[in-house]
């Protein structure tokens, strides 16, 4: 490589490593502007402990281990909005993926609760905008999957009826056989692959 290549690459990272500054820096600007509107920084929003943190915390420390940069959060007081990145998940780190997707899903339903409050909408659609890049890895058929069950409602007759009767096949994809012999599969291949090289 020549000097003006190095240069070149140097500068790239210069832009890449500011951009990513400029995004954090927007989004704990837009998290600060959502406590201010919802007064979340006053001291009764502390009692009775944190909502999220506890229990983020208790995955962490019992037996899981966040991967790193698994989640970044803007924190102020005792509270978070966290934001997660998506990676290949080894057994732990999808445990905590399914306390994850609670929160997420959670702040998703906030939001659309609150999506009449035009003061707010702007940080409201960044921190959204973040959580899709971050926690569905910028896939939108992911993310809308998973907003459209959370609005499935429980209460319904014929929903009831219809998660009854698929609830054989869900349990079956759930299986951890069927995530066991993908994986024998997968190293049998890789086996034959490295065998092959030598």
Known sequence: MSYTSYILAFQ?????????????????????????????????VANGGPLFLNILRNWKEVNYIFPSGSFSCCLSSEWIIPSFSLAVLSPKESDNKIIQSQIVSFYFKLFDNLKDHEVIKKSMESIKEDIFVKFF?????????????????????????????????????????????????????FRGRRASKY
Do not use: W
């Open 12 to 44: 790239l990272c210069l832009i890449l490593g500011s951009y990513g500054c400029y995004c954090q820096d927007t989004l704990t600007r837009e998290t600060e502007h959502l406590k201010a509107y919802l007064k979340a920084n006053t001291s009764d």
């Open 137 to 189: 890895n910028s896939n939108l058929t992911k993310m809308d999957d998973f907003q459209n069950l959370t609005r499935i409602s429980v209460d319904d007759r014929l929903v009831q009826r219809k998660a009854v009767s698929e609830l054989s096949n869900v349990l079956n994809f759930l299986s951890p056989k069927s995530n066991l012999k993908k994986r024998k599969r997968s190293q049998t291949l």
